[in-house]
């Protein structure tokens, strides 16, 4: 399956933004799927992630409240609404793809697809 995210950009602090991942070659409603980012310096970290559907959803303490992930399985497309942006939140967010449905994911290696990423900063 091939991953393409969009919906970054420059926001201040206290606005939202919301990021989109668009899938194509497979069977977008077999997969589970997740956002992670990575700032400058640092490690690809976990923010969000979704099994089969909105029921399913789980968060990155820091992020818990403030950010919604959901999917649209008929359109392929999956969303990140962030709300209450933090300077701390600036990074390049990346989408990404697993086959394995079974449990709640949220390591990078336990995901066998990505996009290219799309950046979001956020001024203080």
């Known amino acids: 399956v091939q991953l393409q995210a969009s919906g970054g950009g420059l926001v201040q602090a206290g606005g939202s933004l919301r990021l989109s991942c668009a899938a194509s070659g497979g069977s977008f409603s077999s997969y589970a799927m997740a956002w992670f980012r990575q700032a400058p310096g640092k490690e690809r970290e976990f923010v969000a992630g979704i099994r089969f559907s909105d029921v399913y959803t789980y968060y990155k303490d820091s992020v818990k409240g403030r950010f919604t992930i959901s999917r649209d399985n008929p359109e392929n497309t999956m969303y990140l609404q962030m709300n209450s942006l933090k300077p701390e939140d600036t990074a390049v967010y990346y989408c990404?793809?697993?086959?394995?449905?079974?449990?709640?994911?949220?390591?990078?290696?336990?995901?066998?697809?990505w996009g290219h990423g799309t950046l979001v900063t956020v001024s203080s």
């Open positions: 990404a793809a697993a086959r394995d449905v079974s449990r709640y994911l949220s390591h990078s290696y336990e995901y066998d697809y």
